[in-house]
């Protein structure tokens, strides 16, 4: 059969891709492995409660976010609720305790008035956070900063330092390592004077934007693999897949003359493209890493978490062994005793996640999947329960009450985010923001095969990857 596109995987940046393709009267067919559209956006149920696979806080909606624009086009504002968060993150770590508002002079008073010393090092903090595509247009041709090297320079205080790293694991695992650039737009878009979950969960907003495609005449075709992109020449003009019903598998190949590529970069270099095609992305990629993966222990408990005396939406925690910024990377490889992690507590703002009186809430850590690899499935298991068993102390620490409000507790590791997602090593981010990483990797694609996803232009998390998926959508539009 022939298509005017087909999307090879149904996470955000192609699910978007395909509701606006679709919405402009293009013929799309999406395939999805999974049973569920959303990738990394989709919640599942266990006992009466709907846990999220992996939505804490999503940046915007404010005057500048390209996503408004983004859902009133595709008509998402009537199906998806964005509800706002009551702040931005609590940090605590022994010997600090602070709540960081989302308003970034709040939250620069704020933090003034904690320590007196940085007050001209906060402001030069938020100024560059705030006004990042001026001051990155100004550094143009210079060699990219660290994060850690900025804070370094600009701030003295450890303990400061780690309060404004608190939500680093939304991005990356080493302040050291991850692009001053690409922090300062995805941080600033945090400070922007909100932040949001969605209500019911983001498989609400992956369902939604499935309904758009196929009110559209697009077809969605979840349990289907792509395994083939098929070129006639230099160019290719199809894929093939195999629809996986029990034990039984049909194999086909459509065509189209635009393919877009939601699976990860790394998936299509090595599995999807043909020998000569593939030889020359994996050379453009060789040196770049996927990001980490995270470990998150899903809860689900007996009573609203904030009636046992937790008032935050999101708590980071990170062990007092944690002394500069520079100790962090280490920390996200050692024990699960001293991992930093944060605590997600959805009933503060959404009672519709668990039925009336109960709540669910998530931990999360960064994590690996090479420290999970090798286990055979009975060790593995045994490993997971002993993880949930020393976050559930910690939160005991945390939250005196905690452990008797668990009702269900189950673990999701960086081999569950690569089972579901097919991304290397489980990661969530696409490709690690490091100093100097570009994305020349795209321009030695075929001019009609595309990439929307967080392995795209504007990186990972939600915002990223349906800034990736709706511009994809918009190149593919304006070439015909
Ligand atoms: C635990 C966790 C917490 C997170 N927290 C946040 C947060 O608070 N805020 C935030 O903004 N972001 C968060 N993120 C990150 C964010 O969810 C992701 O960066 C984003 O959703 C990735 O979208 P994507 O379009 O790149 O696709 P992905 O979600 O990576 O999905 C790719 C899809 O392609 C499919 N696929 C792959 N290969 C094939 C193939 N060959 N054939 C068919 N289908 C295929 C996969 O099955 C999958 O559905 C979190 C992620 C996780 C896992």
């Given at each position: 059969m022939k298509h005017d596109i087909i999307i090879i995987g149904a996470g955000l940046g192609g699910l978007t891709a395909g509701a606006k393709l679709a919405k402009e009267g293009k013929k799309v067919l999406l395939l999805e492995q999974h049973d569920r559209p959303g990738g990394c956006a989709t919640t599942f149920q266990r006992k009466d409660f709907t846990l999220e696979v992996g939505l804490h806080e999503m940046d915007g909606p404010h005057a500048r976010d390209l996503k408004v624009k983004i859902f009133r086009d595709l008509g998402l504002t009537e199906k998806v609720s964005l509800l706002g968060l009551p702040e931005f993150y609590r940090f605590v770590n022994g010997r600090q305790n602070v709540v960081v508002p989302h308003n970034p002079e709040e939250a620069e008073r704020r933090l003034a008035e904690l320590f007196p010393g940085e007050a001209q090092g906060l402001k030069t903090y938020f100024n560059h956070v705030l006004n990042s595509r001026k001051i990155i247009a100004e550094s143009a041709g210079l060699p990219e900063r660290s994060l850690g090297d900025f804070l370094d320079e600009h701030i003295g205080n450890e303990d400061l330092k780690l309060i404004l790293l608190g939500n680093l694991g939304y991005f990356h695992d080493d302040p050291y390592s991850i692009s001053l650039n690409y922090y300062l737009v995805a941080q600033g878009s945090y400070y922007g004077g909100n932040a949001s979950f969605i209500k019911g969960g983001s498989q609400i907003l992956s369902n939604a934007l499935v309904s758009v495609i196929e009110a559209n005449g697009g077809t969605v075709k979840l349990n289907t693999l792509a395994t083939a992109i098929i070129f006639e020449e230099d160019r290719p003009v199809g894929v093939s897949y195999e629809t996986i019903m029990g034990k039984n598998k049909q194999s086909f190949t459509d065509l189209a003359t635009e393919i877009i590529v939601n699976a990860s970069v790394p998936t299509l270099a090595k599995e999807l493209l043909p020998e000569g095609q593939r030889q020359i992305l994996l050379e453009k990629i060789k040196d770049l890493k996927p990001g980490a993966s995270l470990l998150t222990v899903y809860f689900g408990f007996k009573k609203p978490l904030k009636e046992v005396g937790n008032p935050y939406y999101s708590t980071f925690v990170f062990d007092p062994t944690i002394k500069t910024q520079k100790d962090i990377a280490g920390n996200n490889h050692s024990g699960f005793e001293t991992r930093g992690f944060t605590l997600v507590d959805y009933s503060q703002v959404d009672s519709?996640?668990?039925?009336?009186g109960k709540s669910v809430g998530a931990v999360c850590c960064i994590d690996y999947a090479s420290d999970w690899e090798g286990m055979d499935r009975k060790a593995y298991l045994k490993k997971k329960a002993e993880v949930a068993e020393t976050i559930i102390a910690r939160c005991e620490k945390l939250i005196p009450g905690f452990r008797d409000a668990v009702e269900y507790v189950e673990t999701g590791t960086p081999l569950t985010v690569r089972r579901y997602t097919l991304n290397p090593e489980g990661a969530v981010y696409g490709f690690a923001q490091n100093p100097g990483k570009t994305t020349d990797y795209l321009s030695v694609l075929p001019a009609n095969l595309h990439i929307a996803s967080?392995?795209?232009?504007?990186?990972?998390g939600f915002s990223g990857s349906i800034f990736s998926g709706y511009m994809t959508a918009l190149d593919v539009l304006r070439k015909r």
């Open positions: 519709e996640l668990a039925p009336e967080a392995w795209g232009k504007f990186g990972g």
